[in-house]
């Protein structure tokens, strides 16, 4: 039998002023246990959102950079009424959050990582189907190549350069196609990266009502945290988005300013919608 955990998590809203919710999943997706105030719907689909979420986050990981240990260590999304953080919760386990938007984000995130350190492996919960590690070389085709994607925006290879850490860039279209990207990327990658990303962002609309419910919320950012890098995924206008990586001293928010800043440029010179760039 499966113990409720909702009195546990209950200590991220009673002592974090402007949360708003907790949710303990196991890694297929089944919710563990919650905060008041959410439907057992609300619950499910939250539970089955975070679980695809940090499911991808862990494949982006080699887009982060090369590195012998590329261990996840959490997803933060921000909307325009709220934050959401995914972090894991011991083997096959994770606690996800909802915030207010001015909640103290220094708090929220010690006090849940205080809470899985105290339950330790009361938060344990095996898979119950073992469908590989998503970290490995094998299911992450993520390759760097060594040439040129065939379709390089001279304005992200320009951010990339402003920013020390800084490592790669993609546009993807609302379609999910990659329109242009860094000099750096193979297309392999642009394409990969481009699907995953399409992925972590229909799993981040998903879960707005998490985060507060607002008819007209606007998503904003979801930024993924490695032991060895960052990756962004941030809304480029007109239902395009840009994915970028940056080692994890990199300066982040230099970083984004510089990506948005280039925005306007990508815009002016995006390939026609339904056209890929590279077909040009």
Known sequence: MTTDMSWMVRDIVDNVPRARHAVVLSADGIPRGSTDGLTPKDVRTISAAMAGMQSLSRATAHFAGPAEER??????????????????????????????????????????????ARLGDNLTS??????????????????????????????????????????????????????????????????????????IHAYS??????????????????????????IFLIAAGDGAFLAASADHDCDIEEFTARLEDAVPTLLAKRAPQGERADDA
């Open 205 to 230: 609309r998903v879960t707005s009502q998490f985060a507060g419910g607002l008819k007209d919320a606007e998503w904003r950012q979801t930024v993924i945290e490695f032991q060895h890098g960052w």
């Open 71 to 116: 261990r996840w260590n959490q997803t933060v999304i921000e909307f325009s009424h709220g934050w959401i953080f995914l972090i894991g919760a011991g083997q096959g386990a994770y606690l996800a959050a909802a915030a207010e938007p001015d909640v103290d984000l220094q708090q929220i995130s010690f006090r849940m990582h205080r809470l899985v």
């Open 126 to 199: 095996p898979p119950r189907v073992s469908a590989g590690d998503p970290r490995s070389d094998d299911a992450s085709a993520l390759r760097e190549g060594t040439g040129s994607s065939g379709f390089v925006l001279a304005a992200l290879d320009q951010a990339i350069a402003d920013v020390p850490g800084a490592r790669h860039a993609v546009l993807l279209g609302s379609d999910g196609l990659p329109r242009g990207a860094t000099s750096g990327m193979s297309k392999d990658l642009a394409d990969t990266i481009s699907a995953a990303m399409t992925g």
